[in-house]
């Protein structure tokens, strides 16, 4: 079965009076929001996650697959639920180089020694990768540390990767900017890093722009994720 999706997959425009959504942002990628384009293969596992961007970067995943709910995801609204074994969905794209911008909102249920609940598409690409006692956003030769170990509440994390200029942040809470790598990313693994652990987590929603979102843009974006899910955000 698959979910209803939404009308939201107008890349790039944005009707007069129409409210913000992510399909507003002139470089969107991808976006996934849990409510949207969610197939069902039964009892709840996702076999597939489609992308609202209208660039048709799937998410999918033949056996080992995470979990729908209409109500496990922040503010009580859907999520896709990982839950640290062997969960995982996965997509490949053109090679996207820096800058881009990646935002989620999602909450981590444990925070385990390398186990990534957003990873690209290879070892060295991590945005949601936890250690044993923070997160790190970590892409080819650099990394930029969170000290973040909540295990209990969804939060809004913005990535941004730009090689010297790189940070993340946590709702309000930015960190430092870091030299980060240089490489390309050329999709996602949702649930696991690549040839280590599985993460434990919930995914409300994922948006990849293919340039630093800014300005305007920057602060409806935001004010979009504070309102649908009640969190903090910069």
Not at 15 to 38: E, N, Q
Not at 96 to 118: D, G, M, R, W, Y
Request: proline share 2%; with cysteine.
């Amino acid at each position: 079965m698959t979910l209803p999706l939404s009308r939201l997959n107008t890349r790039g425009r944005r009707r007069a009076g129409a409210a913000f959504t992510p399909a507003s942002l002139t470089a969107l990628k991808a976006w996934y929001r849990a409510d949207l384009g969610v197939t069902d293969a039964g009892a709840g596992a996702v076999s597939q996650w489609d992308d609202q961007s209208g660039n048709a970067h799937h998410l999918t995943e033949a056996t080992n697959r995470p979990t729908y709910s209409a109500t496990s995801g922040a503010n009580g609204l859907a999520g896709i639920t990982f839950d640290g074994t062997n969960d995982k969905l996965s997509c490949t794209f053109t090679a996207l180089s820096q800058p881009f911008h990646c935002f989620i909102v999602a909450k981590l249920n444990a925070i385990e020694n390398q186990a990534a609940l957003v990873a690209g598409s290879t070892s060295s690409q991590r945005f949601l990768y936890t250690t044993t006692t923070d997160i790190l956003f970590y892409f080819g030769a650099g990394t930029n540390t969170g000290a973040y170990s909540d295990t209990t509440n969804f939060n809004f994390f913005e990535f941004l990767a730009d090689t010297t200029n790189s940070n993340y942040s946590f709702g309000s809470t930015v960190r430092a900017t870091s030299t980060i790598g240089t490489g390309t990313l050329g999709g996602f693994i949702l649930g696991q890093l690549t040839g280590f652990q599985f993460a434990n987590g919930v995914i409300s929603e994922l948006i990849l722009t293919s340039a630093l979102v800014t300005g305007a843009e920057l602060t409806n974006l935001r004010s979009y994720i504070a309102s649908r899910y009640g969190l903090t955000t910069r």
